[in-house]
């Protein structure tokens, strides 16, 4: 297993959202402005990338060394930090084709399901709307810990399996973090178009959540987001979608990923998680059914791309211990 086997396929997927974004909005080149998000994007990894060297460099001083950021800099992995930077960099222009794809599909895919949406949570919570079991979560710093908590955990896990070795796990749950932007969000957003209940009012739909109080942050963002949707004019960060919460997928995604690869960590990081996904109800961004379906889909993705991953390791194998030319050759293909 290399890593080739989830770079294509992630390539592919980000070029595609790109050009249907590109092809089906209105005004194409207004998108290529928020390509303006990718360095700050990459803040997030260069920021991770500072913390394990000072993490580090604390530990070498404490352990005596006189020049610890020498010794740092002689002992770096330069070709892993090159890769986690090109792949972080992938990563970003996958999220910033979503980011163009979103807005697209609010003028060519009407809202219509946040009726069903609102009477299915009211079903699954015995005749109760979640919310309202919710709101002793919201204060006037919940609506701005509610992105940065949740994407700060997101960049960090990312980087934390891009770092690991190749295997059918690193390429399963690499590969899923990118279907889920690229198929898994724009598909099950067309089948069950949603604004959230934030915009139901705005929608036409009566005053059901008008009680939800998400503060001023949320106010503020949810105001920005009608904006850009009722003007038709393409905003950075735009684009309104309720179904499915792809805040709750990445989380559980996020929660996966840890619980693989730094399971020491899984406690905190669970506990930021499910704050997350508490807040994504009671601050009125989402239905709980948009979570309750996204944390499935992440999931499923995963566990139906490792066994894939896991079938295509054991075909090589046998096809290897079969052809005595590939098996001694096996040992000097390329990584």
């Known amino acids: 297993m290399t890593d080739r086997s989830w770079i294509l396929p992630a390539v592919v997927l980000t070029a595609i959202n790109t050009c249907l974004a590109l092809a089906l909005y209105p005004k194409p080149e207004s998108l290529l402005l928020s390509l303006k998000l990718l360095p700050l994007m990459l803040l997030g990894t260069v920021g991770g990338l500072a913390i394990v060297v000072f993490g580090k460099t604390l530990r070498l001083m404490k352990g005596g060394e006189d020049a610890p950021l020498r010794k740092l800099m002689a002992w770096a992995d330069w070709p892993l930090v090159r890769y986690l930077l090109l792949a972080m960099a992938l990563a970003a222009m996958n999220k910033i084709a979503f980011l163009w794809l979103k807005p697209t599909l609010n003028i060519h895919v009407p809202f219509w399901a946040d009726p069903l949406l609102a009477d299915i949570d009211k079903a699954l919570f015995l005749g109760n709307d979640p919310w309202r079991l919710l709101t002793w979560l919201n204060n006037d710093l919940s609506g701005f810990m509610y992105h940065p908590m949740w994407y700060f955990t997101l960049i960090g896990a990312l980087m934390i399996v891009l770092a690991q070795k190749p295997s059918a796990e690193k390429s399963a749950m690499v590969l899923s973090y990118f279907g889920l932007w690229s198929v898994v969000g724009p598909m099950i957003h067309i089948l069950l178009p949603a604004g959230g209940p934030v915009f139901y009012e705005r929608l036409g739909y009566g005053d059901r959540f008008a009680l939800i109080d998400g503060g001023p942050e949320t106010a503020s963002a949810a105001d920005y987001l009608w904006r850009g949707f009722t003007s038709g ?24 990923c840890i619980w693989k690869f730094k399971r020491s960590w899984f406690l905190p990081v669970a506990a930021s998680s499910f704050y997350v996904i508490a807040l994504s109800v009671s601050l009125g961004w989402h239905y709980a059914v948009d979570g309750i379906v996204g944390g499935a889909c992440a999931l499923a993705l995963y566990y139906a791309l490792l066994s894939f991953f896991e079938g295509a390791n054991r075909a090589t194998s046998a096809s290897a211990l079969g052809n005595p030319t590939a098996r001694n050759g096996a040992n000097i293909m390329p990584q």
């Open 233 to 256: 004019q393409f905003e950075m960060a735009s684009g309104i979608s309720a179904m499915p919460s792809l805040h709750v997928t990445m989380a559980v995604w996020t929660m996966l």
